[in-house]
């Protein structure tokens, strides 16, 4: 079992849509939780951070944690074209380190088609 | 601010060349990450320092050398590298205090002929 997994995708919405991104981890100890966005050619930027069980809501964007499922999700509202791109959840697990190792998932690629 | 820097932004080089990544960042973050991340494939990890010390490789070929002369800037010396490490380099910075959130930067896309 991947220690990060990101549902297959692509994954296509019309402009206007919810897009629902979803993800799972293998390390119930883990206790950070990121979603990237990446555009084609460029370096992944943050989009949301969560640490908590539930939702937390910045802007058009939702992440929600469930820690007993280990299942984080990213749900864009109103989606635009410019939000195309690759999404990518990663993880941050300890294995012993002091500050912990990003994983990340292998990434959804999101069209938003007007 | 959340800025990170690399340079050179792209890097064209030899099998037998000698060149170096350079990442820079003002955060007073003391934890720095290189990744190297392929078409279509996550970023992999491939060094952590923290307080400037060698904390983490991931059986990375010593053909990459890394370095961390201060606080603010890590190095990622290149040797006799081969075609398959054509890849985009990225560097990641995060505070030692507080939140863990790691900040990219641009990266710099090496191409090995």
């Known amino acids: 079992q991947k220690e990060v997994e990101q549902n297959s995708g692509p994954l296509s919405v019309p402009e206007g849509a919810i897009a629902s991104l979803n993800c799972t981890y293998s390390?119930?100890?883990?206790?950070?939780f990121f979603w990237y966005r990446q555009y084609s050619g460029k370096s992944p930027e943050l989009i949301m951070s969560?640490?908590?069980?539930g939702d937390k809501e910045d802007g058009r964007f939702t992440a929600q944690l469930n820690k007993a499922s280990q299942y984080v999700s990213l749900l864009i509202r109103d989606s635009q074209p410019s939000d195309s791109a690759t999404y990518l959840c990663?993880?941050?697990?300890?294995?012993?380190?002091?500050?912990?190792?990003?994983?990340f998932g292998q990434g959804t690629i999101l069209t938003v088609h007007p | 601010d959340t800025e990170v820097t690399q340079t050179p932004k792209h890097l064209v080089m030899g099998m037998t060349n000698k060149k170096s990544l350079k990442c820079e960042q003002h955060m007073g973050h003391r934890a720095m990450y290189w990744y190297k991340q392929k078409a279509k494939k996550p970023p992999e990890l491939m060094f952590v320092?923290?307080?400037?010390?060698?904390?983490i490789n991931e059986s990375v070929p010593s053909r990459f050398s890394p370095e961390c002369p201060n606080s603010s800037l890590l190095n990622l010396h290149l040797h006799a590298l081969q075609p398959e490490d054509s890849a985009l380099y990225l560097c990641?910075?995060?505070?030692?205090?507080?939140?863990?959130?790691?900040?990219f930067g641009p990266g710099t896309r090496l191409t090995v002929l």
């Open positions: 990663a993880v941050n697990m300890f294995g012993g380190t002091s500050y912990g190792k990003l994983t």
């Open positions: 990641a910075s995060r505070s030692t205090s507080g939140t863990d959130t790691q900040y």
């Open positions: 390390d119930r100890v883990s206790q950070s």
């Open positions: 969560i640490y908590s069980n």
């Open positions: 320092y923290s307080y400037e010390k060698l904390s």
